[in-house]
Each structure stands twice: as structure tokens, then as C-alpha cells.
């Protein structure tokens, strides 16, 4: 059975590649519905006990979506759409002034936890940070 399991991922990390290469940088934040599909599964094999937590980890780790990336005008323009000084922005992404500056003149470049709050933002609106 494990062996059975272990054909499962690598199909899914097989898909997931091949998706992504066919894919444009533009369009990436969108999950196909395989992704969806598989990962769908492994939860409920998860919730059933037949997969453990570290290889639903892995099947988290496969399905997700790259986060794309946030130049300086796409920063400005995600402020701007709520209204926010950049002080209340810097506030809610958890990080000083200063960063939120260079981000949005284009000296620096939001990464990690940044990147992800940012993303989160643009998708789900203010609301979900909040």
C-alpha cells in the first residue's frame, strides 16, 4: 500500500511541475483544478488516517500556489485600493515605515512573511489581516 501511495505523489508532483511550466508568471496564482482535486483527496485520506501528518505536509507543499511578485507599483497601487497611509500599512503587514518606503520607490523587494501578508491582501481584502 505504501508503494501505492508513494505513485500517488509522484503523479501529483509530476502535474504540479507540468502545470506550472505551461502556466505564465501572470496567471500562477490561479490553482488548476487537479491541484484542488488532489489535494482535496489527500485531506480526506489525511482525516481518515491513512496518510500521516508529515506527508500531508508534503501534499500542502505540492499544491500550493508560488506567490508572485510585488514591484513597487503593484505595492503602491494594493495601498492606495484601501485607502491606507503607509504608516497603517506598515502596521498591518507587521513591519516599520521605513521597509514600506523602499518598497514603494523600489529599493527593497517584500519576501517571506511580507510577501505572503501581501498576498493574502490582494487576494481576501483587508479583512482578512485584520
Known amino acids: 500500500m505504501t508503494d501505492r501511495w508513494t505513485n500517488f505523489e509522484l503523479a501529483a508532483l509530476?502535474?504540479?511541475f507540468s502545470v506550472?511550466?505551461?502556466i505564465d508568471k501572470e496567471r500562477n496564482a490561479v490553482r488548476?483544478?487537479?491541484l484542488d482535486a488532489i489535494h482535496e483527496t489527500a485531506l480526506d485520506l489525511h482525516e481518515a488516517g491513512f496518510i500521516d501528518k508529515r506527508r500531508m505536509k508534503l501534499y500542502d507543499?505540492?499544491?500550493l500556489v508560488p506567490i508572485g511578485e510585488y514591484p513597487a507599483e503593484?505595492?503602491?497601487n494594493l495601498r492606495l485600493r484601501y485607502q491606507l497611509s503607509q504608516a497603517v500599512f506598515a502596521a498591518i503587514l507587521n513591519t516599520s515605515l521605513s521597509t514600506v518606503r523602499q518598497w514603494e520607490i523600489g529599493q527593497?523587494?517584500?519576501g517571506g512573511t511580507s510577501l505572503k501578508l501581501l498576498d493574502?491582501?490582494?487576494r481576501k481584502g483587508l479583512e482578512a489581516l485584520i
Open 32 to 34: 488548476t483544478r487537479a
Open 108 to 110: 527593497k523587494r517584500p
Open 14 to 16: 509530476s502535474w504540479r
Open 74 to 76: 503593484r505595492i503602491r
Open 61 to 63: 507543499a505540492l499544491c
Open 120 to 122: 493574502l491582501l490582494d
Open 20 to 22: 506550472n511550466s505551461q
